[in-house]
């Protein structure tokens, strides 16, 4: 129905010629009813309901057509363009005919993956949900909360938060997630008929306009430069195989400028021979607006009154793109400067050290420098070799004496406990606070990354109330899961967590404790499993040096390696050692690493009768380290939760074996369920069963070709989980911060 009021008002902001604006509109499956798991998507019904609106008040026309009107600035009046992504079945059955009825032109931008015979990946997330069971479900990224899917609103609520979480996933790991979801499924999945190059070569031949949408629809800046150069590149020339014809027109994955793609990302659809590209903001396209970067947005009113009024507010707001960096960050390979906080930093050693020493030895230079201890808060010593450390390191490290208080004895009384705040503690933190601030400010820090939780946090919030830098918390699991502090150190890790910009955990394991225990919504939390440095832990053959020292010519060596500390399982090793003692007397296990427990591992050791069997190594060299990893022919760290929480957040430890092209044995317990996967890298065990722990290792050990598969799959797991990978990660973890909320 025409509307001579409606068609004012929109001719008012929207006139011929070079003042015009184009109003591009997005949308995705039209399906005839919407799936019960998507209520909130477009069906028919509302969709002609559209459709009849414009055809009486607006001037359709094809996007090609529209983009060159735009850029000679004689657009029609009230000029609109519709657009379509993805690729769905739905199209050719609902759209296509709708379309035609009204000689109506769309542009479909297509996803290239599922033409051979994929699935879309939001499209398979709603599939397994529908069939998932109503409890008892093991779910991926931080979701361990929905344990109750008895009803159809937790899992409407579930798939679209999968949705949205996985978005910012690497593929391997949404690829992960996703085969975990329907792995678990207890009904047939119901997915969506295919819509394959036919589909792509029906529409093409109706007379309506083909658009690229990549290949497997990523978030760009979540890409390499070259997965996304074969992303925008790729599908645009399967596309035009397909319909024997060029593909001028790309729409980005997602679309929102500076979050999901860059001007990088602009410049390679450039390269790629695009004539124009499209983002997902509000506004409408003018002869100002940039061809690549034309911005579009979805309906989602149908009522004529209340169109008119989204069209013309669309109309009125500012067009969002991506830009090049301004100023000092224009030359820099990122603009993050970020000032890593931590305690626990190489010399020592460690597991959250190793993390973070990879971090900056692969961060882009300029963007990383550390704030850590001379002396170690623990026993008020010297950090042993940290000035030949610092020298050696390409990346600027600043030292202070302490960034925490000293682990002293509970205070006797309220007296000393005060003494100890105002004489002490708050001294400390005064200084600690200074040289922070001093440091911000002379390095223009924007980013802060705190290594511990409960003791880093406040410095980063100091920063973030003084100088405007974002907030990254870096969690490993243990200190969610440990119940240690009391109600007050508890109610500040949640405090800490809550106001941080962004919450990096090393685990899924870790995720699900971060938003159980802690309370947090899945879309603050970044998942980055630790990755291995496969410059240092390669495979090579056995030391001699070490088979010498420790007698083992003729034996087969299995190791274990890690803080001597109760969770490790290191006790409950020994006595599997101490089941196959008779079976297998070449057996030999050594032990690297010291710790709490030592003197009652020492006891273990006598009292099942093995001093001549198992060694106590101590701490060692980092080349004696990789020498015990070549030699072993096994590596066993058969973890488990004890009862305050205390847990193992991922297992570093085991992908460093498997970079060595070990076998692994690990415990069924906290992360390690993710740094081991079962039948591919190693086998996971109860940690609390001896039995089980050696029938195991004789598993292993005595089937040749299993050892073979699982070293050869977990060499190409940590090959793929490499600390580079894991530096990329949380180099866009910070872009993305610092993206969405400049500092």
């Not at 499209?123 to 008895?150: Q, T």
């Amino acid at each position: 129905m025409k509307s001579p009021l409606f068609r004012g008002l929109l001719s008012s902001l929207s006139p011929q010629g070079a003042k015009g604006k184009l109003s591009i509109l997005l949308f995705h499956k039209i399906p005839r009813v919407a799936d019960p798991l998507t209520p909130g998507e477009m069906c028919v019904e509302p969709f002609e309901h559209i459709l009849d609106f414009l055809q009486d008040n607006m001037t359709v026309l094809p996007l090609s057509d529209a983009t060159a009107a735009l850029k000679r600035g004689k657009l029609p009046a009230r000029a609109v363009a519709l657009t379509f992504d993805d690729g769905y079945a739905e199209w050719l059955d609902t759209v296509a005919p709708a379309l035609r009825k009204r000689d109506m032109h769309g542009t479909f931008f297509v996803t290239t993956e599922q033409i051979d015979g994929g699935v879309l990946w939001h499209e398979r997330i709603v599939a397994a949900v529908r069939a998932l069971p109503p409890s008892k479900v093991s779910l991926p990224y931080g979701f361990g909360s929905y344990g109750d899917l008895s009803s159809r609103e937790s899992r409407i609520q579930l798939a679209g938060e999968l949705q949205e979480r996985l978005k910012y996933a690497s593929l391997p790991d949404r690829l992960r997630a996703i085969e975990l979801l329907e792995a678990q499924a207890v009904s047939p999945l119901v997915l969506p008929s295919h819509f394959g190059a036919a589909s792509v070569r029906d529409l093409h031949a109706q007379g309506f306009g083909i658009g690229a949408h990549t290949k497997s629809h990523p978030i760009l800046k979540e890409c390499t430069h070259a997965e996304a150069m074969t992303e925008i590149g790729g599908s645009r020339e399967q596309l035009a195989h397909i319909i024997g014809a060029p593909v001028t027109l790309f729409a980005y994955p997602n679309g929102r400028p500076q979050k999901d793609y860059s001007i990088e990302h602009v410049r390679m659809v450039k390269a790629c021979g695009y004539s124009a590209a499209l983002a997902t903001s509000n506004g409408a396209a003018s002869c100002a607006s940039d061809l690549f970067q034309l911005p579009r947005f979805a309906p989602w009113e149908h009522e004529p009154t209340r169109l008119t009024y989204q069209l013309l507010r669309n109309m009125l707001a500012r067009d969002k793109r991506a830009r090049p960096r301004t100023g000092a960050d224009s030359a820099a390979a990122t603009p993050v400067r970020s000032l890593l906080i931590a305690s626990t930093f190489p010399p020592i050693h460690g597991g959250s050290a190793v993390v973070y020493e990879n971090l900056c030895l692969h961060l882009p230079p300029g963007s990383v420098r550390v704030l850590a201890a001379k002396r170690n808060y623990l026993n008020n010593r010297e950090i042993e070799g940290w000035q030949q450390h610092d020298a050696e390191v390409e990346y600027p490290v600043d030292r202070i004496d302490f960034l925490r208080p000293l682990m002293l004895p509970a205070p006797a009384n309220m007296l000393v406990s005060a003494w100890r705040l105002l004489c002490s503690d708050l001294i400390l933190y005064a200084r600690t606070l200074a040289t922070t601030a001093w440091l911000v400010r002379r390095h223009r820090i924007n980013t802060i990354v705190v290594g511990e939780l409960v003791t880093g946090s406040w410095l980063g919030l100091a920063m973030r109330n003084l100088f405007g830098c974002k907030v990254i918390i870096y969690v490993h699991g243990e200190e969610i899961t440990t119940e240690t502090g009391g109600r007050l150190a508890g109610h500040r890790r949640v405090q800490y967590l809550q106001a941080a910009d962004k919450v990096v955990a090393v685990s899924s394991f870790t995720c699900d404790a971060l938003t159980h225990l802690m309370g947090m919504r899945p879309e603050k939390i970044a998942l980055i499993h630790n990755g291995v440095d496969t410059d240092r832990f390669t495979p090579g053959p056995p030391s001699a040096h070490l088979i010498e020292k420790h007698q083992l010519q003729g034996k087969r060596m299995i190791l274990s390696v890690g803080r001597l500390v109760t969770r490790k399982g290191v006790d409950m090793a020994i006595r599997a050692v101490g089941r196959l003692k008779h079976e297998m007397p070449e057996l030999r296990y050594l032990i690297v690493g010291d710790g709490e427990n030592r003197a009652e591992l020492e006891q273990v050791i006598r009292d099942e009768g093995l001093s001549e069997i198992v060694t106590l190594v101590g701490k060692t060299t980092d080349d004696d380290l990789l020498g015990y990893l070549r030699t072993c022919e096994l590596f066993i760290l058969p973890n488990r939760t004890m009862p305050n929480g205390d847990t193992e957040g991922f297992g570093l430890v085991f992908r460093e074996a498997n970079a060595c092209r070990k076998p692994v044995i690990g415990g069924r317990a906290g992360g390690v369920v993710e740094a081991v996967v079962e039948g591919v890298s190693g086998l996971l065990v109860d940690g609390t069963d001896v039995e089980a722990i050696a029938g195991t290792i004789k598993a292993v050990l005595g089937d040749p070709a299993l050892a073979a598969n699982l070293s050869a799959g977990g060499y190409k797991l940590a090959q793929d989980n490499n600390t580079k990978s894991v530096a990329d990660q949380f180099l866009k973890v910070c872009e993305r911060v610092l993206d969405q909320h400049p500092a």
